[in-house]
């Protein structure tokens, strides 16, 4: 994702593109549609950016593990670990912190999607080659 330019400020500027793009998308869980898009607003950077994932988006999602499952999503292998159904905001905010520090050794955080089968959201990660999350 990349920012526009403000016309206000003539700066690269997420706060106005994302705000008037939160109409055009909901998870279906207030909590996590306010996570998201406070994500969105503070963020500075572009890799600090979060967004809800349509899970119709990811290919060969297979699970993995307990509460863990892969999924190709634009030509890239993901994790997804599940959350338990929007309550674990605070465990996002957490990996969100930990992965937007300076220099953070962790794994990236790329959004949220939810199963429409079992209706369980997930956090969206970056694929771990040697290990697990």
Known sequence: MSSPTCPECNQGCNSKHFQNDFNNWTSGNDKIDKFIQEALLNANHNWELIEWIPYDRFKDVKQVGRGGFVGELDQLRNEMLKINNGKDIKKMKIHLKTWTEKYAPSIQFYGITQ????????????????GNI
């Open 115 to 130: 199963d429409p089968e079992t209706h369980s959201y997930m956090m969206v990660l970056q694929y771990a080659t040697d």
